[in-house]
């Protein structure tokens, strides 16, 4: 079984800066693409970013030029820097894995963007 734990969410005040981690445990055969989801109350989840094996990224729009995904997957690890943070990227920050088409999803942490 595959588990994801984040860390580094927390309150900080608008222009702030957040780091968030996730890191995967257990039986890993390969990393194809790992990523974070958030979801604010009353919203749906919206893919934030993700990193392929091969180190291609995609962003949403709202957040391209001030968060950066990274990873380290020889240690089955993905990093979020989150910069210059707004009132509304307040959410629950969520980490996947997805592995041979199978997905895997983190508990989550909250991040919260005070104005």
């Known amino acids: 079984q595959v588990q994801l734990v984040e860390s580094g969410g927390g309150l900080v005040q608008a222009g702030g800066s957040l780091r968030l981690s996730c890191a995967a445990s257990?039986?890993?055969?390969?990393?194809?693409?790992m990523g974070w989801y958030r979801q604010a109350p009353g919203k749906q989840r919206e893919l934030v970013a993700a990193?392929?094996?091969?180190?291609?990224?995609n962003y949403a729009d709202s957040v391209k030029g001030r968060f950066t995904i990274s990873k380290d997957f020889a240690k089955n690890l993905v990093y979020l820097q989150m910069n210059s943070l707004k009132p509304e990227d307040t959410a629950v920050y969520s980490c996947?894995?997805?592995?041979?088409?199978?997905?895997?999803w983190g508990q989550g942490t909250q991040v919260t963007v005070s104005s």
């Open positions: 996947t894995l997805s592995s041979w088409g199978v997905d895997f």
């Open positions: 257990g039986v890993i055969s390969s990393i194809n693409r």
């Open positions: 990193i392929t094996s091969g180190g291609s990224t």
